[in-house]
């Protein structure tokens, strides 16, 4: 069973564009939500990460918009580039775990 | 180096042999963990430690996965008899404390059974 559960599977965007990827879990137990950037043959790159006590944080270009009731918390890119262009992986962990519940990936094309 | 660093970054073996995977964690991290990703898939956790005690091991497929980390700093990810179903990218991390704080990643090792 998917824990944390991501769409759209893979989004095109036009430079200069927002780009939006969406998560939704079940579990009102997890406590940290972070969103991970990952490029071939490379790990997944700590991007931005948010706790439930906040509805929004911004860094950069990257913010995460976090919906407790709904249970869902979604990535925008700001200005996307083609640098940005990569596969996003948004995970949530438990207060008390020890690992985390990955999303099954976005995989982002910026196109110029 | 400053970040997680893995070894081989690519390994081959022929189906039945047994493979051994390193990680060598960012200085002073304490907790470090194993996670595997299939080709399209996200990362799926496969056993975590902190220092050198295996305290969650229950994202291991079989008994044919072993993990250990002796001194509490490099890790190996040992697979006995491999199997087709094994090729994967098997990714390491490493976080200052456990729980829920940011594990960061290494490129990872792309094992592939022949």
């Known amino acids: 069973q998917q824990q944390v559960k991501q769409s759209p599977q893979s989004l095109i965007v036009q430079k200069g564009g927002i780009s939006i990827i969406n998560c939704a879990y079940e579990?009102?137990?997890?406590?940290?939500f972070p969103w991970y950037q990952q490029f071939p043959g490379k790990g997944p790159a700590l991007l931005i990460a948010?706790?439930?006590?906040?509805s929004e944080k911004k860094e950069g270009r990257f913010t995460i918009s976090f919906n407790k009731s709904a249970k869902q918390f979604s990535l925008h890119i700001m200005d996307s580039q083609p640098g940005d262009s990569a596969t996003y992986f948004c995970?949530?962990?438990?207060?008390?775990?020890?690992?985390?519940?990955f999303g099954t990936g976005t995989s982002l094309t910026v196109i110029p | 180096g400053a970040g997680v660093s893995q070894s081989p970054r690519y390994k081959v073996a022929k189906r039945g042999q047994d493979v051994a995977l390193r990680c060598d964690p960012i200085?002073?991290?304490?907790?470090l963990f194993w996670y595997q990703q299939a080709l399209g898939q996200g990362p799926e956790f496969l056993t975590y430690?902190?220092?050198?005690?295996?305290?969650?091991k229950s994202g291991l497929p079989s008994d044919r996965f072993f993990a250990e980390r002796p001194e509490g700093s490099v890790s190996t990810l040992k697979i006995q008899r491999t199997q087709q179903e094994d090729s994967a990218v098997y990714l390491c991390?490493?976080?200052?404390?456990?729980?829920?704080?940011?594990?960061?990643f290494g490129d990872g090792t792309r094992l592939s059974i022949l």
């Open positions: 430690f902190q220092n050198e005690a295996q305290l969650d």
């Open positions: 948010i706790r439930p006590d906040v």
């Open positions: 991390a490493s976080s200052r404390q456990g729980g829920n704080q940011p594990q960061h």
């Open positions: 995970a949530a962990s438990l207060l008390m775990g020890n690992q985390f519940y």
């Open positions: 200085s002073g991290h304490v907790s």
């Open positions: 579990n009102t137990a997890f406590d940290y």
